[in-house]
């Protein structure tokens, strides 16, 4: 089993900031990828960035110089650093990890229960 739980999201206004955390937790033999992806209202998820157990990263181009990714491996922790937010950033915010667990032996996904981010204008 895996537990991915998720924090930070809340209420700002525009050109502010907000960190999410995520905090993986189980049987975990090996992290790769850690994500986070968003959901605004009536669309559908996509990915805002990705790091890489090689420490590569990549985002969207949408949030590209203003959002950073990072993680903490001996904690198993992913970050998002969110800045200069705009009122299209609000959406619902979700991690995604990429494990080997000590039942599966195999590489599965997993997805956090997501956390608001609201940015008014």
């Known amino acids: 089993q895996v537990s991915l739980v998720e924090s930070g999201g809340g209420l700002v206004q525009a050109g502010g900031s907000l960190r999410l955390s995520c905090i993986v937790s189980g049987s975990i033999i090996s992290i790769y990828d850690m994500a986070w992806y968003r959901q605004p209202p009536g669309k559908q998820r996509e990915l805002v960035a990705r790091s890489m157990s090689d420490g590569t990263t990549n985002y969207s181009d949408s949030v590209k110089g203003r959002f950073t990714i990072s993680r903490d491996s001996a904690e198993n922790t992913v970050y998002l650093q969110m800045n200069s937010l705009k009122p299209e950033d609000t959406a619902v915010y979700y991690c995604?990890?990429?494990?080997?667990?000590?039942?599966?032996?195999?590489?599965?996904?997993?997805w956090g229960q997501g956390t608001q981010v609201t940015v008014s204008s």
């Open positions: 995604n990890v990429q494990v080997v667990l000590t039942t599966t032996r195999y590489k599965t996904s997993h």
